[in-house]
């Protein structure tokens, strides 16, 4: 994978908190935007949060912008999402992606991660 998707993926409760990191083996420039999607069984992969690597502006999906927090550590080429008040609704594979421009449908992205499995329980 371009991207590894470590550690953060798992069960929780309704309520609870998870962080997810996606540590990138390529090179990431000033112009990236490293961004995280979900997949729910069944559904089409859609745009969870965004932040471009030099200036670090994010952008979210609106059901998560109060709750999730994108942020990345530029030393060990890794960005992570903080996912807090997780809801069932929250509960899909999460993927990191890294693309050259801003974008909220796959086709933005052209490095993705093998992704990362979180269950919320209510």
């Known amino acids: 994978a371009e991207c590894s998707c470590r550690v953060g993926g798992g069960l929780v409760q309704a309520g609870g908190s998870l962080r997810l990191s996606c540590a990138a083996s390529r090179r990431i420039y000033s112009s990236s935007v490293l961004g995280w999607f979900r997949q729910a069984p069944g559904k089409e992969r859609l745009f969870v949060a965004a932040i471009r690597w030099g200036t670090t502006r994010t952008y979210y999906e609106d059901s998560v912008r109060d709750r999730f927090t994108i942020s990345r550590n530029s030393a060990e080429n890794t960005v992570y999402l903080q996912m807090n008040n997780l809801k069932p609704d929250d509960a899909a594979v999460y993927y990191c992606?890294?693309?050259?421009?801003?974008?909220?449908?796959?086709?933005?992205?052209?490095?993705w991660g093998q992704g990362t499995l979180v269950t919320v329980s209510s």
């Open positions: 992606a890294m693309g050259s421009q801003y974008g909220t449908t796959q086709d933005a992205y052209n490095y």
